[in-house]
């Protein structure tokens, strides 16, 4: 972590999330899904109704991983929530790579905070979270104080292991979830382990065995548990689907027989002379290349079937329960995906929106219908969204902003008009499940700013890339070389400004004027 430190000036810092559990249980009074108050009471009886109980929202989060936007057109009951609520059509992640993601999601703050730079040790994964107070800093802790049932099911962060004890007599359960239900490696989808509620339990290779149908299940079974009561409850079931190794369930195996992957004009790039050196040395795709993109890429829709699914199986089940009117649905990705764009076969971790801009879709009580904003929306603001759903006021260390006001309709004023992105290369590793993307030929560490229409990146070794969106959608014309003075140091200077913002000063470094 030297190198990057020492380039863009990042000074170790030390862990922000210790202290912060007091004052995330700070209630508000947001309003938000409740009913109205009592009036005065009968006509001239002269007797004051009690107020109304304020009813807090149920949230239900459905995380996938590494579903990209090309893959929402072949899901029927995603396309479906977008009719029915809003779309957020420029989301970004902080960092294309799966648990620097997660880390962000779950406590808010930009990568350079959460110090979860790569998903294994030294510079990431799931034990430098926990070390650093991520699982503290969390929204479940925070969640469970203000009353709600918590449940976790599916993946959690890369290196946790179902078995592990952490020095318990029982399987560990991180603080702030009621439910359980976590697997380690689940991405061949069978012959996996959950760690139920501490109990360690073992799936097979029978079809019902299936995880994305095993997490469908049991999301299914909490949401009728937790709606007998009146307690609020949050739910996050994170998929491993459409993650590699693009394995579909068995009724969908052979849907979609010559489906290809799309051709977007980047594809396979047909001149990369422009582009940085990492990316300018590979050679263009050809066969039997071509053909594992096309496969792959069947077998990613393939496997969102069940996920569609799963989506349409929670929409019934709130409706039966009566309670779809109380509960945000949220549907979105860890990051996206590329395959093809720029001669790059399958992966992400680049700054291409391929990778970077991913689906957001949320439905739920007073969320305009058939809404797409354009607002730049990142996954640091996650977690201060799901703490203001719930009346609980976000921690002074968020960086992120709370995406409420979108849901109820509004644009607010002062919103961010740059997004940051901050990526470290990760050192090639055998346990990491996206190692083809940390070996030669795939990007130096970098840090990136996008804004509505443009991209600017600027890399460890000094190479730069900037592209006008307006102009050039899909980045085939590196404008770096030609770019004026003046303009390239304001975005530098910015970039610079956002790797080392915290908290309160990440809303204001994410102006650009």
């Not at 070996?439 to 592209?467: S, W």
């Amino acid at each position: 972590m030297t190198r990057y430190r020492r380039f863009w000036g990042i000074r170790p810092r030390a862990s922000s999330f210790a202290g912060i559990g007091a004052a995330m249980v700070i209630v508000l009074a947001l309003g938000l899904g409740v009913s109205a108050c009592a009036g005065s009471g009968g006509k001239g009886t002269g007797k004051r109704a009690k107020p109304a109980t304020v009813k807090k929202p149920n949230v239900v989060f459905v995380l996938t991983d590494d579903l990209s936007w090309n893959l929402i057109a072949h899901m029927p009951r995603v396309k479906g929530m977008q009719q029915l609520g809003t779309t957020f059509s420029n989301f970004f992640v902080a960092d294309s790579l799966c648990c620097t993601s997660r880390a962000t999601m779950f406590t808010g703050q930009y990568p350079h905070n959460t110090g979860v730079r790569t998903n294994f040790p030294p510079d990431g994964g799931y034990g430098v979270f926990k070390a650093r107070g991520g699982e503290q800093g969390s929204y479940g802790p925070a969640l469970q104080k203000a009353g709600y049932r918590t449940g976790l099911m599916g993946k959690y962060m890369n290196g946790y292991q179902p078995a592990d004890t952490q020095g318990g007599a029982a399987p560990y359960v991180p603080p702030g979830w009621t439910e359980w239900a976590v697997a380690g490696n689940g991405y061949p989808e069978y012959d996996y382990n959950l760690n139920e509620n501490g109990k360690l339990v073992s799936y097979g290779s029978r079809p019902a065995d299936y995880l994305t149908d095993v997490l469908t299940n049991k999301s299914v079974d909490f949401i009728q548990r937790s709606g007998t009561d009146g307690k609020p409850f949050f739910l996050q079931v994170s998929t491993f689907a459409p993650h590699g190794p693009f394995i579909p369930a068995p009724r969908h195996a052979q849907a979609f027989p010559g489906l290809k992957a799309p051709r977007p004009p980047g594809f396979n790039e047909l001149d990369t002379s422009d582009k940085p050196s990492w990316l300018r040395s590979r050679p263009r795709l050809r066969q039997p290349g071509l053909r594992a993109i096309d496969d792959g890429f069947r077998d990613r829709v393939r496997m969102v079937q069940a996920v569609d699914e799963m989506v349409g199986r929670i929409q019934q089940t709130l409706a039966a329960k009566g309670l779809d009117r109380d509960t945000y649905l949220i549907f979105g990705s860890d990051n996206g995906f590329h395959m093809g764009e720029h001669r790059l076969a399958g992966g992400k971790m680049t700054a291409f929106d391929s990778d970077i801009k991913v689906p957001y879709i949320v439905t739920g009580p007073g969320v305009p219908a058939n809404r797409t904003t354009d607002a730049l929306a990142q996954n640091t603001d996650l977690a201060p969204t799901f703490l203001e759903l719930a009346g609980v006021r976000p921690p002074s260390t968020t960086d992120g902003r709370s995406l409420v006001p979108f849901l109820r309709g509004g644009d607010p004023p002062g919103w961010r008009d740059v997004a940051l992105v901050e990526h470290v290369r990760p050192a090639p590793s055998a346990q990491d499940p996206d190692r083809q993307d940390s070996g030669p030929g795939t990007p130096p560490t970098y840090n990136a700013l996008r804004t509505k229409t443009e991209l600017y990146v600027e890399y460890v070794d000094g190479e730069r890339e900037y592209y006008d969106l307006l102009k050039d959608p899909y980045a085939l014309q590196n404008g770096a070389r030609t770019l004026p003075g003046p303009k390239q140091q304001q975005l530098s200077a910015l970039l610079y400004a956002l790797t080392q913002c915290a908290g309160p000063t990440c809303a204001a470094a994410s102006r650009s004027r």
